[in-house]
């Protein structure tokens, strides 16, 4: 495998499966006869974010030094300048379409079977600040937050997403702006809303942190025919009443030396955990009663030699829509641990090795339309790791090696994979 060239046969992966080349050049370019055509522009992105080229700058360096020559060819290249220019004349509906009917193809190839826990197909949803600035340059659009003196401001970039959770990989289902003036909530609402639009039963249940024990979002959640699972942190009524019920009472669950994920395992981290579990809680404006688990969670790591060389204790509380006889207690507990673990966070990745939290621009279209390229990008990248290399052993490599193998390939290329005029499959 590590002879393969990975740039060559993702491309040829991309385009054979999911007609990449294609769908990009229907892309809608706005500008008036360009130099620099936008299927370039709009490769040298995705190709770039694989190879771990994380700016634009770099980008402009990285063609400056030849390394997109044998990828290109007949063409013009773009400079720093050009790629932000052409993506503030890319259409965004159509560069939504891309990222939609990617994943409808990768469901209906049944790509993302496996990615379930104890069979639930699950999507978390959260959101994020990307990156903040000082600079006025964000405009009106940005979250602006003015510090205790009074005097310096700070503008924010923020945006939600939802992806999904599970073991393997996680597909981006969506990517969005937080526009300034909306709360995450609002913009949580709408994300759902339009994930059932463009996803019709793309899931079973959408699992979220603490923000989201909100009865309009729950209810927008059950309206659109999607449970819910939530993580009660606050203290408030709903967390009360159910300590209230479980005080003196024996836990209805006691599970030893578990972890959330699929495999067994007798070292590492695992934990023991007591569940109580009560149902029938009529809270807030929430269209129907809530079942409340409260766990106590004994984590500890253990050596190879079964002794154990850390441990700590905590409580917490999790709400859910569905009923004992929908969901197992340990598989909600499962499906709210993994929501929560950092490295199943899909911001967490792309901020560590992708730098997501990069200022590309300042400029709102630019953000959003580097939103969906992300997508695409992080998307097809895992795709062709976890479909196409069904051979690759993730004990032994990690994810982040393709980085350095897709920008090896990227310049050890025999021929050129694009040029106008022709789709290479």
């Not at 063409?75 to 503030?88: E, F, H, Q, R």
């Not at 030396?257 to 809270?283: A, Q, S």
Request: hydrophobic share 35%; proline share 3%.
């Amino acid at each position: 495998m590590n002879n393969k060239n990975h740039t060559l046969n993702c491309y040829h992966y991309c385009n054979r499966i999911y007609d990449l080349i294609q769908k990009i050049e229907q892309i809608e370019d706005q500008r008036v006869h360009p130099s620099v055509k936008l299927p370039t522009v709009i490769l040298t992105n995705l190709f770039s974010l694989m190879s771990g080229l994380h700016s634009f700058k770099a980008m402009e360096d990285a063609i400056k030094d030849g390394d997109f020559d044998k990828f290109f060819k007949n063409t013009n290249l773009p400079s720093a300048d050009t790629i932000s220019y052409a993506l503030k004349h890319t259409n965004l509906d159509d560069l939504r379409k891309i990222a939609v009917e990617m994943n409808q193809k990768a469901r209906y190839n049944k790509s993302l079977n496996a990615n379930t826990i104890d069979g639930l197909k699950v999507v978390a949803i959260d959101g994020s600040n990307v990156f903040s600035m000082e600079s006025e340059r964000l405009g009106q659009r940005a979250h602006k937050y003015e510090h205790n003196d009074g005097k310096s401001v700070k503008y924010h970039e923020k945006m939600i997403a939802a992806s999904y959770v599970g073991e393997g990989f996680a597909p981006i289902l969506k990517m969005e702006r937080i526009d300034a003036g909306e709360g995450e909530l609002t913009a949580a609402k709408k994300l759902v809303r339009s994930l059932n639009r463009d996803h019709h039963q793309y899931c079973d249940v959408i699992v979220v942190d603490s923000l989201y024990i909100n009865a309009p979002f729950i209810n927008t959640c059950l309206r659109n025919n999607k449970d819910v699972v939530v993580r009660v942190k606050q203290e408030n009524n709903l967390r009360e009443d159910a300590e209230g019920l479980t005080k003196n009472k024996d836990p209805d669950h006691i599970y030893r030396n578990i972890h959330p994920g699929d495999e067994e395992r007798t070292t590492g981290t695992l934990y023991d955990l007591k569940i109580w579990d009560e149902e029938n809680f009529h809270w807030s404006d929430v269209d129907k009663p809530l079942r409340v688990l409260k766990v106590e969670e004994r984590k500890k790591v253990v050596n190879k030699d079964g002794e154990i060389v850390k441990e700590e204790t905590t409580t917490h509380y999790f709400a859910t829509t569905m009923e004992k006889i929908q969901l197992k207690a340990l598989t909600a507990w499962k499906i709210a641990h993994r929501r929560w673990d950092e490295e199943n966070s899909v911001f967490h990745w792309l901020k560590t090795y992708w730098n997501f939290d990069h200022v590309f621009s300042s400029d709102p279209h630019v953000i959003q339309v580097m939103y969906y390229i992300y997508l695409i990008a992080y998307n097809l990248f895992h795709l062709y790791i976890y479909r196409n290399l069904r051979s690759f052993d993730f004990k032994k490599g990690t994810k982040k090696t393709f980085l350095r193998r897709f920008y090896k390939g990227l310049i050890l290329l025999n021929e050129p994979l694009y040029y106008p005029g022709a789709s290479s499959g």
